[in-house]
């Protein structure tokens, strides 16, 4: 009898090898480790992070799995919850092209939490972990229309992030607890059933959006919990006529990204970085701005600016107008082309941005308001054709004196093109985690090595974190 995509995938996960991972794939992971638990640092003042922290203290229960920051321990779906959503928290967590999902948000709390609470090793850790961003990769690609050049769940509102780390998450969970292959089809099967996630909250405001990364998280290490104790789902619940993808996708996925080049091809260490804590789809206008700051362009001199962009892009970060000139709050100015644009114009810290510059207070700064009402932004044909395998922009500005400048910024950084360094993640680390900084890098530098991931998790607990 030929095997289900599940079944393929669940024998894939359970079976992985530490040895059978390449270097430079566990080096990515780790990489990727550091990165999320920095971003969790930060997270924790955020809006949706105090919430989650605030339900997590209301349940209580018994402690298994730390909750980043503190010195306490929670139920392994508490801290999956509060972790997952500081992760997500500050739009500065990576992203895998040209699917447009986010895997680390969901994904590395949740893992984290479930070896935390089975005792798993930091070797038995990273290649949980590399086996879970392999399966998003071909889960999220599998939902990736190339007719559309987008993700058919975002075509219909989904939050493609939350709804596939679950599903992916909850196998490797299931590796962690030793569940063997009809253990991790399980979880995987039962976590089609919990993953959530709607992205009205993108354009009409409210904090959801930022909790979705703990909500994936939650459901990923339940998922696992309940095929510990039986809990079970079909073996065709990805392609089935009632199964995952036609339920989100209806006829709109393809399912040979399933399984393709599984053990052969290693798409983790292809996925994007994000050096600026805003939408991904602003990064390369924070370049141009840069650019063009270099180039001696100072915010008094601009008359008016004219951001091109992808026309999909162009509907998250520039349209209605009038609302990206005007963002309600710092994170949905995150948002905004024109806000994005003002903020890099005037200098930031970090990168180039950090989640300190997109602050509430900087609203009503008059010289950020005045650069973001002179921004138009447009759509590029040049940029649309190279979406969404890049974020590309042209940024022309128009000074006083009569001239014009532009810059095009092709690449993201971040990505295989134009990819951080691990000094340059290391100092995103400090950005977010301050004095914490060096402990979180040298417990996951060596995570591989270490017995548990206790060390990372009580790395994050200093007086500034």
């Avoid at 409210?206 to 909790?211: A, I, Q, S, W």
């Avoid at 709050?329 to 997109?358: E, I, K, N, R, T």
């Amino acid at each position: 009898m030929t095997s289900t995509p599940t079944e393929i995938l669940a024998a894939w996960v359970a079976g992985l090898g530490h040895a059978d991972v390449p270097p430079e794939v566990r080096e990515s992971a780790r990489l990727r480790v550091l990165d999320t638990v920095g971003i969790c640092v930060a997270g924790r003042a955020s809006d949706a992070g105090r919430a989650a922290r605030a339900a997590v203290g209301e349940w209580g229960g018994r402690g298994a799995a730390m909750l980043i920051g503190e010195s306490v321990s929670v139920p392994a779906v508490s801290a999956a919850l509060a972790n997952g959503t500081y992760a997500h928290s500050l739009e500065f967590d990576d992203t895998h092209l040209p699917s447009i999902v986010h895997p680390s948000a969901p994904m590395v709390p949740a893992l984290l939490a479930a070896a935390q609470a089975a005792g798993a090793s930091g070797t038995e850790f990273v290649t949980a972990l590399v086996a879970a961003y392999e399966v998003n990769a071909r889960l999220s690609m599998a939902q990736y229309d190339p007719d559309l050049r987008n993700s058919a769940f975002f075509e219909h509102g989904l939050h493609a992030t939350s709804i596939i780390g679950a599903v992916a998450a909850a196998a490797a969970c299931a590796r962690l607890r030793d569940l063997g292959p009809d253990g991790v089809a399980d979880a995987l099967s039962v976590a089609c059933s919990l993953g959530a996630g709607l992205i009205e909250a993108n354009r009409a405001g409210g904090n959801v959006k930022k909790l979705h990364g703990g909500w994936s998280a939650h459901c990923a290490v339940a998922a696992a919990t309940l095929a510990a104790h039986g809990g079970t789902g079909p073996r065709t619940i990805l392609e089935g006529r009632f199964g995952f993808f036609q339920a989100f996708c209806g006829d709109h996925w393809r399912p040979s990204e399933l399984t393709e080049g599984l053990g052969s091809r290693w798409d983790t260490p292809g996925i994007f970085f994000k050096p600026y804590p805003c939408n991904h789809f602003t990064h390369t206008i924070v370049d141009a701005a840069i650019a063009l700051r270099n180039r001696g362009v100072r915010p008094d001199d601009i008359e008016g600016v004219r951001i091109g962009t992808a026309a999909p892009s162009w509907r998250t970060i520039g349209d209605p107008i009038e609302e990206k000139r005007h963002p309600r709050s710092g994170y949905h100015g995150g948002f905004s082309a024109p806000w994005v644009f003002a903020c890099a114009m005037v200098g930031g810290s970090g990168l180039g941005l950090s989640y300190s510059d997109f602050d509430d207070a900087y609203l009503a700064e008059p010289v950020r308001r005045s650069i973001a009402e002179r921004c138009d932004v447009v759509i590029d044909e040049r940029c649309t054709r190279i979406f969404p395998h890049q974020f590309p922009s042209v940024v022309t500005v128009r000074l006083r004196d009569g001239r014009e400048m532009t810059e095009e910024v092709l690449t993201n950084l971040g990505g295989p093109d134009r990819p951080l360094s691990r000094e340059q993640l290391t100092s995103k680390l400090l950005a977010n985690a301050g004095e914490a900084s060096d402990a979180i890098a040298s417990a996951c530098f060596e995570l591989d090595s270490l017995p548990s991931v206790d060390p990372v998790l009580k790395a994050t607990v200093s007086e500034q974190a």
